[in-house]
């Protein structure tokens, strides 16, 4: 089945700086990339996400990039502000009926003053 | 709207006892899904339905039991609670196949302590 791995598992950067989340995915058949933020005590919430035919999407600070060849994502955020300071998971999906999203094991981002 | 309703929020069992976390969803959802959270692993799938009257297995079944007799609930049940259990329970909708809809509506968790 599909595997999902997440690095690195904890970051930290300045405000005002850039953070990079990436994630790596075994099965060739996904074809839906989402990423989610967890805030602390909190269920995780979507914040975009990229299907197999873009290799790039933009909302304002944020962006993820795929690479379905090396079977890589990425999520990029810029301008790092202190709300940003969650947990990050990125997850896969083949979209079947039966699809299962499969998750990674989370960032958990800190944002120093 | 209520979006995704989880119930208890908390809870202490011992262990072989038994016990039922409600999730119940006003948004019309076909899609519902268990996940459970442990430090350092993620969010790992439990168990999840298709629409009313269907289940099926994710990446962690053994030790649950889901129903999902009506369509806006979807009830997760141990029947013999083991401290392997504690951790905190998270129930999830979805409108319909992930990849032409996207998002999935997490409710706010329910922390299971086993001793």
């Known amino acids: 089945g599909e595997n999902v791995e997440q690095h690195p598992s904890t970051l930290s950067v300045q405000e005002g700086d850039s953070a990079v989340i990436k994630c790596t995915y075994s099965d060739s058949a996904s074809n839906y990339f989402p990423w989610y933020k967890q805030e602390l005590g909190k269920g995780p919430q979507l914040i975009i996400d990229?299907?197999?035919?873009?290799g790039e999407k933009k909302d304002q600070r944020i962006a993820v990039t795929l690479n379905k060849t090396a079977k890589h994502f990425s999520l990029h955020i810029t301008e790092t502000q202190p709300e940003d300071s969650a947990v990050y998971f990125c997850a896969a999906s083949k979209g079947n009926r039966d699809d299962k999203i499969i998750f990674g094991k989370g960032t958990r981002l800190h944002i120093l003053p | 709207n209520a979006g995704v309703t989880q119930t208890p929020k908390f809870r202490v069992l011992k262990t072989g006892q038994s016990m039922t976390l409600l999730c119940a969803q006003d948004?019309?959802?076909?899609?519902m899904y268990w996940y459970r959270q442990d430090p350092g692993m993620g969010l790992r799938l439990i168990h999840y339905s298709v629409g009313e009257g269907t289940t099926a297995k994710g990446e962690v079944p053994d030790g649950y039991n889901v129903s999902r007799l009506k369509k806006q609930n979807f009830l997760l049940g141990l029947e013999s609670a083991a401290p392997s259990q504690t951790s905190v329970y998270f129930c999830?909708?979805?409108?319909?196949?992930?990849?032409?809809?996207?998002?999935?509506?997490f409710g706010e968790g329910s922390r299971l302590t086993v001793l």
């Open positions: 999830a909708s979805s409108y319909g196949r992930l990849a032409n809809t996207g998002e999935l509506f």
């Open positions: 990229i299907r197999s035919n873009v």
């Open positions: 948004m019309n959802h076909e899609y």
